[in-house]
C-alpha cells in the first residue's frame, strides 16, 4: 500500500506565506511525477504546480512568480512554497504523486487527504 500524508495547510492574510509538504510512504519502488493540484468551492480541480523525476517544473499562470514546488527524493517529499498569498487563492489543496509500487507492479496516480488553504483580505 502506498500512503500521502499532507501537512502545513492554513489561515493566512492575503500577503502572507505558507509551505505545504506532501509524504509518501509504504511499498514504494519509485517516485515519478509530483505535484499540487486545488479545489476551490464550486469549481473544478485544477493544476497548481507540477515537478518531474528530473526536477522540471510547470506553473499554473496564476501562481507563476508566487508559488514553488520543490521535491526531497531521499524523503519522498513534495514541497509547495506558497509566498504573496491572495484570497482567490484559498482552497482545498491535494498533492498527487506517479508512484511505481512493489505491490501492484505498475505506476499509478495517487492523491493526498487534502489541506485546507485559507487567505483572508
Known amino acids: 500500500q502506498v500512503q500521502l500524508v499532507e501537512s502545513g495547510g492554513g489561515l493566512v492574510q492575503a500577503g502572507g506565506s505558507l509551505r505545504l509538504s506532501c509524504a509518501a510512504s509504504?511499498?514504494?519502488?519509485?517516485?515519478?511525477?509530483m505535484g499540487w493540484y486545488r479545489q476551490a468551492p464550486g469549481k473544478q480541480r485544477e493544476l497548481v504546480a507540477a515537478i518531474t523525476s528530473g526536477g522540471s517544473t510547470n506553473y499554473a499562470d496564476s501562481v507563476k512568480g508566487r508559488f514553488t514546488i520543490s521535491r526531497d527524493n531521499a524523503k519522498n517529499t513534495v514541497y509547495l512554497q506558497m509566498n504573496s498569498l491572495k484570497p482567490e487563492d484559498t482552497a482545498v489543496y491535494y498533492c498527487?504523486?506517479?508512484?511505481?509500487?512493489?505491490?501492484?507492479?505498475?505506476?499509478?496516480?495517487?492523491w493526498g487527504q487534502g489541506t485546507q488553504v485559507t487567505v483572508s483580505s
Open positions: 498527487n504523486v506517479h508512484i511505481f509500487a512493489f505491490t501492484v507492479w505498475s505506476t499509478n496516480a495517487y
Open positions: 509504504g511499498s514504494i519502488f519509485s517516485i515519478n511525477d
